[in-house]
């Protein structure tokens, strides 16, 4: 057999495994932003998804956001300002633009850049047009988050470690 032909299988193993890997470091947001590593789950009436999420933030809002399932990228964000940056397989096929003109499922992502500032407090919830959300923490340090987007039928819940 051609010597090719052997090491086919193991280039296409290579490539797949490297395409499994997650970011450890989301870059946009500068070194003064938070980083939170843990398991989510997003459930709407239609879907539910459990997975792992990295999650940048800064105070004001910005964030940038990596949701995967078993190394495959789910869902991939970027808001900063006003603008709204999403790919992944949730939001085919994608979008960038202004936070409030996001459509669909997008809104409920949309709705963390007024959640995530309570990230930053010690409040036990909060809640704002169109959410409510809960906080656990040990001591100062965030643990989790239940998110609800009021009217929507959709709920974000993040379980940091």
């Known amino acids: 057999m051609n010597m090719t032909f052997r090491c086919l299988p193991l280039v296409w193993i290579a490539?797949?495994?490297?395409?499994?890997?997650?970011?450890?470091?989301?870059?946009?947001?500068?070194?003064?932003?938070?980083?939170?590593?843990?398991?989510?789950?997003?459930?709407?009436?239609?879907?539910?998804?459990?997975?792992?999420?990295?999650?940048?933030?800064?105070?004001?809002?910005?964030?940038?956001?990596?949701?995967?399932?078993g190394g495959v990228l789910v869902l991939q964000l970027q808001v900063h300002g006003n603008e709204l940056s999403a790919s992944g397989p949730v939001v085919r096929p994608g979008y960038t633009g202004p936070i409030e003109l996001a459509q669909g499922e997008l809104r409920n992502w949309a709705h963390l850049k007024t959640v995530l500032p309570y990230f930053y407090s010690n409040d036990p919830s909060a809640s704002g047009r169109g959410w409510t959300a809960t906080f656990d923490r040990q001591g100062n340090r965030l643990t989790g988050s239940k998110i609800e987007f009021v009217g929507r039928k959709a709920s974000m819940v993040f379980s940091f470690s």
């Open 15 to 69: 490539f797949w495994l490297s395409g499994c890997q997650s970011a450890n470091e989301l870059p946009g947001l500068g070194s003064d932003a938070r980083q939170y590593e843990g398991q989510m789950i997003y459930k709407t009436s239609t879907r539910s998804v459990v997975g792992d999420v990295i999650l940048r933030t800064r105070a004001n809002g910005d964030y940038d956001i990596v949701f995967s399932k």
